[in-house]
């Protein structure tokens, strides 16, 4: 990705703390998250070119340590300055600006995102084609929140089936587990499903992850703490089922670790949780090159972020449908308009040059609580 091309100074670099109210709760084994806040970088070149970007962490310190608040600061106080007057000839090339901040991944996905789509539009070609994307469509799941009860736990399974989503994730946590699983497989079968835990377990549960090892799942999704890639080694020797590890990931480096021990055979690569494209890109690379599949993660993004997650699904080593749950179950209204399509569960990759979605400005200013510009 480092071809030269022409180069583009940054203006400014206006940093927005979004928040948007969500229609449904969505539950984890970390908690729930009731209203939706979201970081936006907006980039404008010194030619006019604009890009929007976003950076979804989550409102708490229960999934990763950055939250939106923090997020916002640091890009705001810390790792916009390094950018903006600067000169780029290509989205990667903000890394090297900002590389002696230390983590604060989704702060930096809003602002190389947001390059990215400018870059886009400058090139004329697409997000997807400028990553090495492929696919013109994309195979999506559901992820489904912890519902208060099995039955409607299993009806939103049984809606998102009949929709023709690809797969079924479901959030578990101790003692809402295998029960679940179990009835899932009696009620559904033989359905292409996984779980995901959350960091909520430790090798003390080996009983539990062993039960739920015998329900042939594609995958299990980070059951164990979020920086313990060595007892998720020891845990892949014991079962059979793959481990996928999404928190424990926050880079190339940590995937090349985490390869190298065993700890993992799937990575969820979500580009806010690794800074953006670039970075989920040299994952990608670095699983294929080690046959290791990978599939892209969500953070209930609104729309802008999804278009990203979109965009780099297509890479070839993305084997494993996404999690990309219809919007409309969490927003009233996206910051994309219309929103993205799931249909028949596939999702259309965008082949024209920018985003690839109509972003809507008014409700962006209508949603955002914070704004500090940086030029
Ligand atoms: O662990 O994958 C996760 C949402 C918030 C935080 C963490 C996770 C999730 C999801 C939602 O599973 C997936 C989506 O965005 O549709
Ligand atoms: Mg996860």
């Known amino acids: 990705m480092s071809n030269s091309h022409k180069p583009f100074v940054i203006q400014s670099i206006e940093v927005r703390l979004v928040g948007l109210p969500m229609i449904h709760p969505f539950t984890t084994s970390f908690g729930t998250i009731k209203d939706k806040a979201t970081v936006l970088a907006h980039v404008t070149t010194a030619d006019g070119v604009e890009g929007w970007g976003e950076g979804s962490a989550l409102p708490f310190p229960f999934y990763k340590p950055e939250t939106t608040d923090t997020a916002m600061l640091a890009l705001s106080r810390y790792i916009a300055p390094l950018v903006v007057g600067k000169t780029l000839q290509h989205p990667s090339d903000v890394l090297g600006l900002y590389a002696g901040v230390k983590g604060y991944t989704f702060a930096k996905t809003a602002l190389e995102t947001a390059l990215w789509m400018l870059y886009s539009e400058m090139e004329g070609a697409s997000i997807s084609s400028l990553l090495g994307g492929e696919a013109t469509s994309i195979p999506v799941g559901e992820s489904i929140g912890i519902h208060p009860t099995m039955k409607e736990e299993l009806e939103e399974i049984s809606i998102r089936i009949d929709e023709g989503y690809r797969r079924i994730k479901v959030k578990i946590k101790p003692g809402f587990d295998v029960n679940v699983v179990s009835a899932i497989r009696e009620k559904f079968g033989d359905i292409d499903l996984m779980v995901d835990g959350n960091s909520a377990y430790s090798l003390k549960d080996m009983n539990t992850l062993k039960a739920l090892d015998e329900f042939n799942l594609t995958m299990i999704e980070q059951p164990l703490a979020d920086d313990d890639i060595i007892d998720h080694a020891t845990l892949q020797k014991q079962i059979k089922t793959p481990v996928c590890l999404d928190e424990s990931i926050l880079s190339a480096e940590d995937a ?110 209508k949603y955002t609580v914070d704004k500090v510009v940086i030029s």
Request: aromatic fraction near 8%; proline fraction near 6%; glycine fraction near 12%.
């Open 256 to 365: 090349r670790k985490a390869i190298e021990i065993g700890a993992c055979k799937i990575i969820n690569i979500k580009p806010g949780r690794v800074g953006g494209l670039t970075e989920s890109k040299k994952i990608h690379d670095l699983c294929a090159e080690k046959g290791v599949g990978v599939w892209c993660g969500g953070m209930l993004e609104t729309g802008i972020g999804r278009a990203y997650n979109i965009a780099v699904s297509s890479l070839p080593n993305y084997i494993y449908p996404a999690d990309m749950s219809p919007n409309n179950i969490f927003y009233e209204e996206d910051l994309i308009n219309p929103t993205y399509e799931v249909k028949n569960g596939y999702v259309q990759v965008p082949g024209q040059p920018g985003l690839g979605f109509s972003i809507v400005t008014k409700r962006i200013e």
